[in-house]
């Protein structure tokens, strides 16, 4: 483990180097093509870091991070984002650039309006993921009807966890709100509310600028603007699905079975028909209940992840990697408490 930690901190050293040079160098380039050919390198370069270590825990969350950070970049190429926004001096640049925050626009946009979220749901997702961690253990004995609703919650926990603890660093540290990562996808009533409104807003945000506007529009100039919107969102989902298809290479090192491709252009599939249904039953009186459809749409997320979703990962050994993990750091910050009592 300590050769990972070392590699690890050597990545993230490359990063912030490369950030420094794209604040002091390439933001000096106009903007447009002369800046994307300046950013290449760096772009070519966060595709390889994540090669550089193993441990699933480490190489999930750098290649997330820097996944994002590319699509920063390739905004910041025309002056657009986060990165031309916010920045006022280089550490907020790179910490912007190579963390999963969006400061948050004032006023805040519409679609990442929230509404606060009382005090003690917190500690509760806290002691949700310290017992999934635990009955890992004994996953032998459970039924594999069990695991699946247990591995969505652990993915969902995992990454809302860590994406609260890193927006309370930087309102510590630099004294500004963000925009909020998720919104309780559990209580998403359609697959549109689920990935536009609930998951992982950061990506959603991101990706409408750099892939699904751009779709759009060039495609309204041939076809009519129903159809470029349909495109436009399965490009989106196209692009999503095949840059998971990277982390999971990334996190197994073998070769790419496309079944996590197949899972996101199904859900960009299935959202192009809600949105369409929508429209055309927006004349009609009836209409399903919130409680209804939301069973219906955690259900069908659930099953297409158990069938495309999750069985690379665990073909691979991924969640007992992971569950080893998180036991050697839990024996370790147990070490340090104790050689601090003592």
Same mark, same amino acid.
Request: include cysteine.
């Given at each position: 483990m300590g050769g990972e930690i070392e590699r690890f901190m050597k990545v993230w050293i490359s990063t912030i180097i490369s950030l420094s040079y794209c604040y002091y160098i390439v933001s000096r380039i106009p903007k447009g093509f002369l800046r994307i050919i300046s950013l290449l390198p760096i772009l070519c370069l966060f595709f390889m870091l994540p090669l550089y270590f193993s441990s699933p825990t480490l190489v999930g969350t750098t290649s997330f991070f820097l996944w994002l950070a590319?699509?920063? *970049?390739? *905004?910041?190429?025309?002056?657009? +984002?986060?990165?031309?926004?916010?920045?006022?001096?280089?550490? $907020?640049?790179?910490?912007?650039a190579s963390l999963p925050i969006?400061?948050?626009?004032?006023?805040?946009?519409?679609?990442?309006? @929230?509404?606060?979220?009382?005090? !003690? $749901?917190?500690?509760?997702?806290?002691? $949700?993921f310290a017992i999934i961690i635990r009955v890992y253990d004994y996953k032998q004995n459970l039924h594999p009807n069990l695991l699946l609703p247990i591995y969505c919650c652990h993915v969902y *926990?995992?990454?809302?966890?860590l994406l609260i603890f890193i927006g309370a660093m930087i309102r510590t540290v630099f004294g500004f709100e963000i925009e909020p990562q998720f919104n309780e996808p559990y209580l998403s009533t359609s697959l549109q509310d689920f990935w536009g409104h609930r998951w992982n807003l950061m990506v959603s945000h991101l990706l409408r600028p750099t892939v699904y506007n751009p779709t759009r529009s060039m495609l309204s100039s041939f076809v009519n603007f129903s159809c470029a919107t349909s495109a436009a969102i399965l490009v @989106?989902?196209?692009?999503? +699905?095949?840059?998971? #298809?990277?982390?999971?290479?990334? *996190?197994?090192?073998?070769?790419? @079975? !496309? #079944?996590?491709?197949?899972?996101?252009?199904?859900?960009?599939?299935? &959202?192009?028909?809600?949105?369409?249904?929508?429209?055309?039953?927006?004349?009609?009186?009836?209409?399903?209940? +919130?409680?209804?459809s939301g069973s219906l749409v955690?259900?069908?997320?659930?099953?297409?992840?158990?069938? $495309?979703f999750f069985p690379q990962l665990l073909r691979n050994g991924l969640d007992?990697?992971? @569950?080893?993990?998180?036991?050697? &750091?839990? #024996?370790?910050?147990?070490?340090?408490l104790s050689l601090q009592v003592l």
């Open positions: 590319t699509l920063k *970049l390739l *905004l910041f190429s025309f002056n657009q +984002g986060p990165l031309a926004i916010s920045p006022q001096n280089i550490h $907020l640049f790179i910490s912007i969006i400061p948050k626009q004032h006023p805040p946009t519409k679609q990442n309006h @929230t509404t606060n979220k009382p005090k !003690w $749901l917190f500690p509760l997702k806290l002691l $949700l *926990l995992s990454l809302d966890l @989106t989902f196209l692009v999503s +699905g095949l840059m998971h #298809e990277l982390i999971y290479y990334y *996190l197994t090192r073998v070769t790419p @079975t !496309w #079944e996590v491709t197949c899972f996101f252009v199904l859900h960009g599939v299935c &959202l192009v028909v809600e949105v369409v249904a929508k429209k055309v039953a927006s004349h009609r009186e009836w209409q399903l209940h +919130g409680a209804v955690i259900s069908f997320l659930a099953i297409t992840a158990n069938w $495309l007992t990697k992971a @569950t080893e993990e998180y036991a050697l &750091l839990i #024996e370790f910050f147990k070490s340090k």
